[in-house]
């Protein structure tokens, strides 16, 4: 659990730290810097959002009153190459009639693939910012558009919890998940949850006699991280740092079969989810078309997942100790593992 709680801090502070390079985008405006920004976090965020809400579940088979589950679980959610860039249009950042200043790319391209936060630029990819100064004439502000993790983290985003499971009355069963909060100088980062399985063939006379049990499950999920930017930015100011604040909710159908050591199960389900970044902070632009402006809370960007999803695994009992698996089918792919003891 510790080294994957490790690799989940490090996903987020590669991320983040990819991510702080768009504070240089502000000399080409607010405007443009925010239209990057949601290109190039959104697919990262989306990724994020389907590896948090693996392995809410590991049996349709609702706890017994008094019955519980404690579990490790380990998820991830699989980055595919459509994931890793997005075609930049460069007409979208000059096309407000305001801007007194035009952004180019140094290679003059009309249109070009540029990496995502989870991509990589296989070389370094420039754009221009041409403005006319009131002394100099014109003039012109080279920046470097940020890269992304690549394959930092093997093509995986992921996530990791402590979980527990507690049967009521009636095929009613409470879940909570949690990451202990984790501090480091620059990142603060912290994970909770909550869900409800009903077993509905927990209701049935004959419930005891069914080779196999079908519930369903309401989950809800939150994720808070801050990156502090304020030592590592390249732009003069206070109290930088980007803060990102995830919630989603997974609505699940779920069957399994109810044998004595190994089971299987699968399920229907759905997500929806928001994730919200926001650039905060004081940040004093001191070149391009701008000089010595100071901006303050410069932008927020966010990105939503509706996502149908289609979930398969299995499960090892053995006494207390219990071992589970399992593959989810949807916009992001993603796996999970879980080590769990519980008496029932």
């Known amino acids: 659990m510790k080294k994957i709680l490790l690799l989940m801090l490090l996903c987020f502070i590669t991320l983040?730290?990819?991510?702080?390079?768009?504070?240089?985008?502000?000399?080409?405006?607010?405007?443009?810097?925010?239209?990057?920004?949601?290109?190039?976090?959104?697919?990262?965020t989306n990724g994020l959002m389907h590896s948090m809400n693996a392995n809410w579940f590991n049996t349709a088979d609702a706890k017994p009153l008094g019955g519980f589950e404690i579990s490790i679980i380990a998820n991830a959610a699989i980055v595919n190459n459509e994931n890793k860039s997005f075609l930049m249009n460069i007409s979208d950042y000059n096309s407000n009639p305001d801007q007194d200043f035009t952004v180019e790319f140094a290679d003059l391209a009309a249109t070009k693939n540029v990496?995502?936060?989870?991509?990589?630029?296989?070389?370094?990819?420039?754009?221009?910012?041409?403005?006319?100064?009131?002394?100099?004439?014109?003039?012109?502000?080279?920046?470097?558009?940020?890269?992304?993790?690549?394959?930092?983290?093997?093509?995986?985003?992921?996530?990791a919890f402590l979980q527990g499971a507690l049967g009521l009355s009636k095929g009613i069963e409470l879940k909570a998940r949690f990451v202990p909060k984790i501090e480091t100088d620059d990142v603060e980062l912290g994970?909770?949850?909550?869900?409800?399985?009903?077993?509905?063939?927990?209701?049935?006379?004959?419930?005891?006699?069914?080779?196999?049990?079908?519930?369903?499950?309401?989950?809800?999920?939150?994720?808070?991280?801050?990156?502090?930017?304020?030592?590592?930015?390249?732009?003069?100011?206070?109290?930088?740092?980007?803060?990102?604040?995830?919630?989603?909710?997974?609505?699940?159908?779920?069957?399994?079969?109810?044998?004595?050591?190994?089971?299987f199960y699968g399920g229907l389900g759905y997500i929806k989810g928001k994730s919200e970044s926001d650039l905060l902070g004081t940040y004093t632009v001191q070149s391009g078309p701008f000089f010595s402006e100071t901006i303050e809370d410069p932008f927020s960007v966010s990105s939503e997942v509706s996502s149908v999803r289609g979930t398969i695994g299995t499960k090892l009992k053995l006494g207390f100790f219990r071992l589970n698996a399992e593959y989810h089918l949807s916009d992001f792919n993603a796996f999970s593992v879980g080590i769990n003891f519980g008496f029932r």
């Not at 768009?22 to 000399?27: E, G, H, N, S």
């Not at 196999?212 to 502090?228: F, K």
């Open 115 to 159: 990496a995502t936060a989870l991509g990589e630029n296989d070389s370094d990819v420039d754009v221009i910012i041409t403005y006319e100064d009131d002394v100099l004439g014109e003039q012109q502000e080279t920046i470097t558009l940020p890269s992304g993790i690549g394959s930092s983290t093997a093509n995986l985003l992921p996530t």
């Open 191 to 263: 994970m909770y949850g909550a869900g409800l399985q009903v077993e509905f063939t927990k209701w049935l006379p004959a419930d005891k006699l069914l080779p196999v049990a079908i519930s369903g499950l309401v989950a809800y999920t939150n994720l808070n991280g801050t990156y502090n930017l304020t030592e590592s930015s390249n732009i003069d100011g206070e109290n930088q740092r980007l803060e990102n604040d995830t919630s989603t909710w997974l609505f699940q159908l779920i069957a399994s079969t109810k044998l004595p050591v190994i089971n």
């Open 16 to 44: 983040t730290s990819k991510a702080q390079d768009i504070d240089a985008l502000l000399a080409a405006g607010v405007d443009n810097a925010e239209l990057f920004a949601n290109d190039y976090l959104k697919p990262a």
